[in-house]
């Protein structure tokens, strides 16, 4: 079956720029994660969508990064005045609700890499 | 969430046992120990999880010790396709948190 989806796979902007970053997840999967890849770094979570509000935003590093979820499905990523420090790689990572103690599988995207010149 | 701590990388030859080292000697009686794994290129993939017993899928074994503080991940026969960085994971929900905290993995290259 279809998996995690992100476009564009690669983005180039310049300094100043606003970008989007779109994430379909797997059908059927409720709960929704943006991570952020740095070169030689593990994945660094920004936000985590349980449906369709952000049930924990505590990762995203300052009011220019925002994300939505308006429909519980498809989620976009958007960045305010793009700084070269939030050149990256965006993953996105999908999975069914957790229950009891064990979290589920999270499905990850192939990610976005983003390039602020 | 406990903290990990996983050597930098590793070399294994292929078709031998790759053995793969986690310490978590701060874990907590729920808290889970996840693995998963990152190709290049590409998003992780979980691989194996487990509590306390030690835990077999198709991918690998996980092998936790009696006290929970360390664990051991096994690929029983290496191919090159199981070159990535492994990441070792300690979660429990208790935190309230459901994201994965990823710290710098392992990074294995398996050597034809």
């Known amino acids: 079956g279809a998996g995690v989806s992100q476009t564009p796979s690669n983005k180039v902007t310049e300094k100043g720029k606003y970008v989007e970053l779109r994430c379909d997840p797997i059908?059927?999967?409720?709960?929704l994660y943006w991570y952020r890849q740095s070169l030689g770094q593990g994945p660094e979570f920004l936000i985590y969508f349980q449906g369709t509000g952000a049930a924990d935003d505590s990762g995203l590093p300052n009011d220019r990064f925002f994300a939505v979820r308006p429909e519980g499905s498809v989620s976009t990523l958007k960045i305010q005045r793009t700084e070269r420090g939030d050149s990256a790689v965006y993953l996105c990572?999908?999975?069914?609700?957790?229950?009891?103690?064990?979290?589920?599988?999270?499905?990850f995207g192939p990610g976005t890499r983003l390039t602020v010149l | 969430d406990a903290k990990t701590t996983q050597p930098t990388s590793m070399d294994c030859a292929e078709g031998r046992a790759a053995n793969l080292p986690c310490n978590h000697s701060?874990?907590?009686?729920?808290?889970?120990v996840y693995w998963y794994r990152q190709i290049h290129s590409q998003g992780p993939q979980y691989i194996i999880h487990?509590?306390?017993n030690n835990e077999t899928n198709e991918m690998a074994s996980l092998i936790i010790t009696e006290d929970r503080k360390s664990s051991t991940l096994i690929l029983p026969h290496a191919t090159l396709r199981d070159t990535a960085v492994y990441y070792c994971i300690v979660r429990g929900l208790d935190t309230g948190r459901r994201a994965l905290t990823f710290g710098s993995g392992t990074r294995l290259q398996v050597q034809p």
């Open positions: 990572a999908s999975s069914l609700s957790p229950t009891g103690a064990l979290l589920p599988e999270q499905f």
């Open positions: 487990g509590l306390k």
């Open positions: 701060t874990i907590s009686g729920n808290e889970y």
């Open positions: 059908s059927g999967h409720t709960a």
